[in-house]
């Protein structure tokens, strides 16, 4: 305890966590609505491209930041235009991702220096964000969330039922397109804790497990990004005291969440929840009659 108090004190500890903390809260948020419109292949897609377009960038000679987050949204409207039904989405999902990787194999190729950087996204850097990267991390984010504030009823009524928020005049295709941008800004978030590699674990499993925990949108959110942040912030002290990679504890979190609430915790809620509904006590005083 004592050791990590004193690693506190340190700037780039510091970065970490408020880097962290705001990773976590807009991929708790975010990863609600990717669970319920199926997207998980979606999600690789953006990152496994994203690193496509860092590595465009640092051939560039450019900042891979910027170009992770040009290559998530150049795939995400590319998957939003060609494939909005999600009947045909993961074909077209299949397609960018096997073309986008290929470039990136080739950028990675023509790079006659260390791809340090590049490499170092596949894996995640948390512990390297400098306070730039944090101030362009909550810009990113706010205006991440901003974003998914201003589409969050249409949203979720094309994510419900979207034949009938179709019919009834919602724009259900202009709807998966910003989600996906909404999405890319997440997961090039994302990216800098955990990497491209692992980047199912804050924009997947926090919302599958708070899915398995209430049916309420709303109080799913709030489990989503409770548990985003105990996996997120929980294993960057974890990391710190250790010495081993942040991936590692993240991801771990993250699993043992996930099984708590699908196998622990959710199917004790439900059964509590059946016991209180009205109509389970008219039922039992006929029984007892």
């Given at each position: 305890m004592d050791q990590l108090v004193s690693l506190l004190a340190y700037e780039f500890v510091q970065n970490a966590i408020a880097a962290g903390f705001v990773i976590a809260i807009v991929s708790g948020i975010v990863s609600g609505f990717v669970v319920a419109r199926n997207m998980s292949f979606a999600?690789?897609?953006?990152?496994?491209?994203?690193?496509?377009?860092?590595?465009?960038?640092?051939?560039?000679?450019?900042?891979?930041?910027?170009?992770?987050?040009?290559?998530?949204?150049?795939?995400?409207?590319?998957?939003?235009?060609?494939?909005?039904?999600?009947?045909?989405?993961?074909?077209?999902?299949?397609?960018?991702?096997?073309?986008?990787?290929?470039?990136?194999?080739?950028?990675?190729?023509?790079?006659?220096?260390?791809?340090?950087?590049?490499?170092?996204?596949?894996?995640?850097?948390?512990?390297?964000?400098?306070?730039?990267?944090?101030?362009?991390?909550?810009?990113?984010?706010?205006?991440?969330?901003?974003?998914?504030?201003?589409?969050?009823?249409?949203?979720?009524?094309?994510?419900?039922?979207?034949?009938?928020?179709?019919?009834?005049?919602?724009?259900?295709?202009?709807?998966?397109?910003?989600?996906?941008?909404?999405?890319?800004?997440?997961?090039?978030?994302?990216?800098?804790v955990v990497g491209v590699l692992l980047i199912l674990t804050l924009l997947i499993t926090p919302g599958a497990a708070a899915e398995r925990l209430t049916p309420r949108p709303g109080l799913a959110t709030a489990y989503s990004v409770g548990i985003a942040l105990l996996c997120t912030i929980g294993g960057i002290l974890l990391s710190l005291v250790t010495n081993a990679p942040v991936s590692v504890f993240v991801t771990s979190l993250s699993f043992a969440c996930y099984l708590l609430a699908r196998f622990v915790i959710g199917p004790r809620r439900r059964e509590l929840r059946l016991a209180t509904a009205p109509g389970s006590r008219a039922r039992e005083k006929a029984t007892t009659a």
């Open positions: 999600v690789h897609a953006l990152a496994e491209l994203g690193f496509t377009g860092a590595a465009g960038f640092i051939l560039l000679r450019l900042s891979p930041v910027f170009g992770l987050l040009v290559g998530t949204a150049v795939t995400a409207v590319f998957i939003g235009a060609l494939g909005v039904r999600a009947r045909g989405r993961d074909v077209v999902v299949g397609v960018v991702m096997a073309f986008g990787l290929g470039l990136g194999v080739l950028f990675i190729t023509l790079y006659k220096g260390y791809a340090n950087q590049a490499f170092a996204i596949l894996f995640g850097t948390i512990t390297g964000v400098s306070r730039g990267d944090v101030l362009l991390l909550v810009a990113i984010g706010a205006v991440t969330l901003i974003a998914l504030a201003a589409v969050y009823r249409p949203l979720t009524f094309a994510t419900v039922d979207p034949e009938v928020a179709e019919a009834r005049g919602v724009p259900v295709g202009a709807l998966a397109v910003v989600f996906l941008l909404i999405m890319a800004a997440a997961v090039a978030e994302a990216i800098q």
